[in-house]
């Protein structure tokens, strides 16, 4: 990442990059994998949520393992992981459920918590 300061010089910063290992270590856990999805779905990020996904994919045995799993072939589950993709709910709760994990939907914020 560049950034200008001013119009004489560039500072380069360079992004800090995650401990990947560790977290893919620590995604092996489906309450750790749950909570992770959940939030990032929190974050509202679309693109956030599929690398968070590919990420757990990849924790929980591999996009190919993923791909047998859900029937899908690797390359599409690639394209529907990346940055660009746009699952279908029926591709998403596949790689979900194959990943050990599933949707669900809860009230949200304090007019949920008075209702209860």
Known sequence: MTIRKGRKRKATVTASVPDR????????????????????????????????????AEARGGIARIAEKTGLNRESLYRTLSKRGN??????????????????????????????
Do not use: C, F, M
């Not at 620590?26 to 509202?44: F, H, Q, T």
């Not at 669900?104 to 918590?113: C, D, E, N, Q, Y």
């Open 21 to 56: 290992p560790r977290l893919l270590e620590w995604l092996k856990d489906r309450e750790n994998a749950a909570a992770y999805i959940e939030a990032v779905l929190d974050e509202g990020d679309a693109a956030g949520l599929l690398q968070a996904l590919r990420n757990v």
């Open 87 to 116: 699952p279908q709910l029926s591709s998403l709760t596949a790689i979900l459920h194959a990943t050990g994990l599933r949707l669900s939907v809860t009230p949200s914020g304090a007019k949920a918590r008075k209702a209860a």
